[in-house]
């Protein structure tokens, strides 16, 4: 079943002088349960296209749908209740946290709009940090964290309100390979829950090992990536094929 869909998205900004187009007529969809990555270099337009995704920016034109909701025709604040409800969560890797407080209370926060005090909501947050193996962080000050334990927090934050679709913008910040290779691993655990759709946008490949379908980004244009280079074509279905770029 399809869970997001992004149907002839296009997404512009201007720098004073002309008008780029990062995201060009882009079609993609995420299935309930899916895990897919997305590959690029940096300014490819990941972050614009999980920005898109989220219902966080809107395009210049075309449709987003999350779970057969429109996002694109909705208000503000309309959209926000939607994707409250176990919707869709957006974590980037260089989150960090405003306010300087004991991980397991910034983690709980998120819950605290639904009216749950912070009593109810702490322990939440903490089964939350077990689950992305941040449990020993509970009561550290966020401001003491290293940038691995902000990105497992920060994961944390996502998944305590128990989303249908995880987007994750850039996970590759840690400056310890050990550190990524635990959190890699971290994410196809987190693909692998089948109530949980996870897509990661990375320019480390290594961070889409074990997606079941991965896709390039470059030039505002979405490909697959597999040995035929076919644009990703729906809602039509039809695969238009292209030559490789260089």
Request: aromatic share 4%; net charge positive; glycine share 8%.
């Amino acid at each position: 079943m399809t869970l997001l869909s992004l149907t002839q998205v296009t997404r512009r900004y201007g720098d004073g002088r002309r008008e780029v187009a990062v995201l060009d007529r882009v079609c993609m969809e995420v299935d309930a349960g899916d895990f897919v990555g997305v590959w690029g270099p940096r300014r490819s337009g990941k972050t614009t296209l999980l920005r898109v995704a989220a219902g966080i920016e809107a395009p210049n034109a075309g449709a987003v749908c999350f779970d057969g909701h429109v996002l694109t025709s909705m208000g503000a604040n309309e959209r926000a209740r939607l994707l409250r409800a176990h919707g869709i969560a957006h974590v980037s890797g260089d989150w960090r946290p405003q306010l300087s407080q004991p991980a397991v209370d910034s983690v709980a926060m998120p819950l605290l709009g639904d009216r749950i005090s912070l009593r109810e909501a702490r322990p939440l947050a903490r089964r939350a940090l077990e689950k992305v193996g941040a449990g020993e962080c509970a009561d550290v000050w966020t401001g003491r964290l290293s940038q691995g334990e902000r990105i497992r927090v920060a994961l944390a934050r996502a998944i305590v309100r128990e989303p249908r679709l995880l987007l994750i913008d850039e996970p590759a910040v840690s400056p310890s390979p050990l550190e990524c290779g635990e959190l890699y691993a971290l994410l196809r655990s987190l693909a692998n829950d089948s109530k949980l759709a996870v897509l990661v946008a990375s320019e480390d490949l290594e961070a889409l090992a074990g997606a079941r379908r991965s896709m390039s980004i470059s030039n505002g244009e979405l490909r697959s990536m597999d040995p035929a280079g076919v644009v990703l074509a729906f809602p039509d279905r039809r695969a238009v094929r292209a030559e490789p770029s260089a």
